[in-house]
């Protein structure tokens, strides 16, 4: 029985990504092993990998599933980080989503559920 899952994004810079997820994403730091990071918020848990190739994060996401989809983007929006076509939406799947880029490149998109209305 699978029980979860963890991404694990791309990570230019370890010092400048601890400091995007903690102050920009509100996650907590835990540990670096060698610039293998590992962070969470809430159920979530994220680990980032040390990376020199700018190219693989802007080839690399993940999708976190989400509610209180309004208030996050509320809370995200001023900050810049929202991706150029990620606007908060309502998607055909029945997901309320957007997107961000974060500070090495790499694209999450958090969605709700919106039922089946």
Not at 31 to 45: A, F, H, M, N, R
Not at 47 to 76: F, M, Q, S
Not at 88 to 113: A, C, T, V, Y
Request: hydrophobic residues 35%.
């Amino acid at each position: 029985m699978l029980k979860s899952a963890v991404p694990i994004l791309a990570s230019l810079n370890e010092q400048e990504s601890i400091k995007f997820y903690t102050e920009k994403l509100g996650f907590t730091f835990h540990s670096s092993w060698e610039g293998y990071l590992i962070l969470s918020k809430d159920k979530v848990q994220l680990h980032l990998w040390p990376c020199t190739d700018p190219e693989i994060p802007k080839a690399t996401g993940c999708y976190i599933n989400v509610t209180g989809i309004d208030e996050l983007y509320a809370r995200y929006e001023p900050l810049g980080i929202i991706h150029p076509n990620g606007k908060l939406e309502e998607k055909p799947w029945r997901m309320k989503q957007f997107s961000i880029l974060d500070n090495n490149g790499n694209i999450i998109h958090f969605g709700e559920d919106m039922g089946d209305d």
